[in-house]
């Protein structure tokens, strides 16, 4: 799966369609912090 989000991400940069490169980016970047943030509320409740 991670490599056809990246196949993706860069053909739309390669195609000049920055604005949904952009987004793409934006869409992981949230997805990590949400998953950042259920694992701290984990472990602090775990420990």
């Known amino acids: 799966m991670c490599d056809d989000i990246g196949l993706t991400l860069f053909n739309y940069i390669k195609t000049i369609r920055y604005d ?3 987004t793409i980016i934006l ?3 949230v997805m990590a912090i949400v998953v950042n943030q ?5 472990r602090i409740e775990l420990l």
């Open 20 to 22: 949904i490169a952009c």
């Open 27 to 29: 869409v992981i970047a």
């Open 38 to 42: 259920i694992t701290n509320k984990f």
